[in-house]
C-alpha cells in the first residue's frame, strides 16, 4: 500500500519517540510525550475510505502516556489528520486536510 509520512517538526533521532497506535499509524513525538514531530500512515488512502479506524495498540501504553497522546491526538496540527469520533474508545476518522488548512495550522 501507499505510505503517507509527515514531519511537523525535525529533531535529532535521539529526542524524538515514536509509538504504533495501530498497524496502519505511527505517531512520533518529542521525548516527554508534549509535541507531535510527525506520523506515518501505512495505506493511507485505504484507511481515508474508512468511516473509522481503532487506535489498538493505544491502551498498551501506560495511562499517562495515553492521555499525553490523546491530548496531541486532539490538538494541531494532528488533528487535522485524526478526528476522534467516540472519546474513550480510542476510534478515529482519518481526515485529508487541504493544503490550505496545513499551511494555517503551521
Known sequence: GDILDIIFSFSEPENRTGFELNENIVIFTDKEISRALGMTFISYSRLLISDSVKLDFLNNFP??????????????????FLRVIIPLTNQVAIESPSLKELIKAA
Open 63 to 80: 495511562l499517562e502516556e495515553q492521555n499525553r497522546l490523546l491530548k496531541i491526538i486532539s490538538s494541531e496540527p494532528v488533528k487535522h
